[in-house]
């Protein structure tokens, strides 16, 4: 029992937790402050080297949503856009909590590895 | 100067086949990026990518619905618009036939009749595949209204892949007959789309002028 009990918790970790791409999109959105919307985020995921497409990110940000990660308002429209509303993003304290515990384990992870320093590279 | 407007057509495609709430943000994103220099290359692989994406992530968040949509189509499919459609099939083969038997063993007659139906046929056939295609998109999009971009989209590809995967499957009407059947359920499809999208209330809501 304790077995199937611990394989039902290790399936419900790996849905709750971020994988990387969903924690480049939480890093970008939390840079991008105020102005985190669609097109600034595709454009800032470019800049760092991930090219990924408009509906891609909101299907990761979608899923951030529903982990309670991020949050969504509705903006304003603009004639540029077709006169469509743009929504924007924050990261909510949840997900600040969840980017600070993994970037102290990643940072702790990474110190012990030797394959990783910039010399041997 | 006017602004560069995005392509109508991939427009269309993406308000049409896009799926889930975030459609329309994501149609004023790309249209956002096109103005400021995007080619229309572009324009379409972002449209083509949101519609399979959206897609694909409609039926993994629905898959008792996705299921459900593709039992629904594979039974009408194969147990009522394929019966009914293959009757009137075999009646006109059997007509040219019989025509072609009299002009053989009666001696040539009136031919005209057997030269317009021997060019026919093809053109009735690939018109039958269209019918039994509206009907299949028609019934699964009306049990399937609120999902039905991504049902319709897995109405097209399962069906394709199970007649593409046929070996008997080398003559050019054949093709013809199956690319008519897709058109067809996205027709079917899209006629119930087009008069649940006149009375939706939640159609314009994010528009302005």
């Known amino acids: 029992l304790w077995r199937h009990s611990y394989f039902f918790y290790i399936l419900k970790e790996m849905k709750r937790s971020l994988n990387s791409s969903e924690l480049l999109v939480l890093l970008v959105v939390l840079r991008l402050g105020d102005d985190a919307y669609g097109v600034p985020i595709v454009e800032e995921l470019k800049r760092n080297r991930f090219k990924t497409g408009v509906a891609t990110v909101y299907v990761m940000l979608g899923r951030l949503e529903a982990k309670g990660l991020v949050a969504s308002s509705v903006g304003e429209a603009t004639p540029q856009r077709g006169g469509r509303a743009k929504r924007y993003f924050r990261v909510t304290g949840k997900g600040l909590r969840e980017v600070r515990e993994l970037q102290t384990t990643l940072v702790e992870l990474w110190q012990g590895v030797p394959q990783l320093l910039r010399e041997s590279v | ?209």
């Open chain 2, 1 to 209: 100067m006017k602004a560069p407007q995005p392509p109508k057509s991939a427009t269309w495609l993406l308000k049409h086949f896009g799926c889930g709430a975030d459609v329309d943000v994501v149609m004023g994103d790309l249209a956002e990026h096109y103005q400021q220099g995007q080619t229309q290359a572009w324009y379409w692989k972002e449209t083509l990518a949101a519609i399979i994406v959206t897609a694909f992530n409609e039926v993994r968040g629905n898959k008792w619905l996705s299921f459900r949509a593709v039992l629904v189509g594979l039974i009408v499919y194969s147990y009522v618009v394929l019966p009914l459609t293959s009757v009137v099939a075999i009646g006109i083969l059997d007509t040219h036939r019989e025509l072609e038997w009299r002009e053989l063993h009666v001696g040539p007659g009136n031919s005209v009749p057997l030269i317009v139906l021997s060019y026919a046929i093809p053109g009735i056939l690939v018109l039958l595949a269209l019918v039994m295609g509206v009907v299949t998109g028609w019934i699964v999009a009306r049990m399937h209204a609120r999902r039905r971009a991504p049902i319709l989209l897995l109405a097209i590809a399962i069906p394709a892949g199970f007649i593409i995967g046929n070996p008997s499957a080398d003559s050019f009407v054949f093709w013809i007959g199956v690319a008519a059947i897709i058109v067809g359920i996205l027709l079917g499809g899209l006629f119930i789309a087009g008069r649940r999208q006149a009375h939706s209330p939640t159609e314009h809501f994010h528009q302005v002028g």
